[in-house]
């Protein structure tokens, strides 16, 4: 009998041993370096070594972030991604990711940056660490031409607006307008579908989203260009991973010096905005004119 408990002390000693060493790493990075509890990262040290950096974009924002016919990732977001890994001197692997998820998806390790349009606000900044601002944005309204909404006072309360979750406009909508029904999907493309298919009487969302849509879209108005405050969007690392996030601003004050934003621009977004939109919304070296 003293034998038996001897083995069954030593076997729970064994199991909690195991249970332990476990702790701490993230499934998808074996490198990552846990901070307070749950928050996951790999500092820059980690990712060097590693050879490879997760960066987590949409797969469905075109021209922003979307893939391909031959399923390679493409736009604004991905331009910037690309350089980076490049001047980072390792391989971008990248994750497709939606708008409610973005900040989990850093917090538990799933990727090392977000470059998904995630816009800078005060709430997100208790979550995630933004680095300096690529880019200018504000909320905007597409409706249809058979019914252009340009105002969002005096609302028909049977009338719905889509909006994707996670969103900057699902924030703003809900504080500022909270008797207006909204729609909501958790993908771009869900929404895009929805709303060509005749479901809600608009779309809000960021005004690059909108007027993108508008211009590939025949039949669709942006009545309201810009709603709300005037916001900048710009990469995000998880709280506290300042190696990473230091090294990333540096790169983006080089970048400036060759004109890298207006660049990417034209690569990726003169197409559906041709030069109109340029001035407004690109931002060098962090320096938003906003």
Not at 72 to 79: A, K, S
Not at 91 to 109: D, F
Not at 131 to 149: I, Q, T
Request: charge should be negative; proline fraction near 2%; aromatic fraction near 10%.
């Amino acid at each position: 009998m003293r034998k038996l408990k001897r083995w069954i002390v030593l076997g729970v000693a064994f199991a909690l041993t195991m249970g332990l060493a476990g702790c701490g790493k993230s499934a998808d990075n074996g490198d990552a370096t846990e901070k307070e509890g749950k928050t996951i990262y790999r500092t820059l040290d980690e990712i060097k070594k590693d050879g490879t950096i997760n960066i987590g974009v949409f797969s469905d924002k075109n021209p922003f972030g979307y893939v391909d016919e031959n399923g390679d990732y493409q736009g604004y977001d991905v331009y910037f991604a690309d350089r980076l890994a490049k001047d980072l001197g390792v391989k971008a692997n990248y994750v497709s990711t939606e708008a409610a998820n973005r900040i989990e998806y850093l917090q538990t390790g799933k990727v090392d940056i977000i470059l998904a349009n995630f816009t800078v606000t005060d709430e997100r900044k208790e979550e995630v660490d933004f680095a300096l601002p690529y880019m200018n944005v504000a909320l905007g309204v597409v409706s249809r031409n058979d019914h252009v909404v340009k105002s969002l006072d005096n609302w028909n309360k049977d009338d719905k607006i889509i909006i994707i979750s996670g969103t900057t406009a699902e924030t703003y909508l809900t504080e500022n307008y909270p008797d207006i029904p909204l729609q909501k999907f958790d993908s771009y493309a869900t929404a895009k579908e929805a709303f060509e298919n005749g479901t809600g009487v608009a779309w809000a969302n960021d005004n690059t989203e909108v007027i993108a849509f508008s211009q590939q879209n025949d039949g669709f108005t942006v009545g309201i260009p810009s709603l709300g405050s005037n916001d900048t969007i710009a990469p995000a690392v998880t709280k506290g991973n300042t190696t990473l996030l230091d090294w990333i601003n540096e790169d983006i004050k080089k970048l400036e010096e060759e004109q890298f934003f207006n660049k990417d621009y034209d690569e990726t977004l003169t197409e559906t905005y041709g030069d109109e939109y340029k001035e407004t919304l690109v931002v060098e070296g962090g320096k938003s004119k906003e």
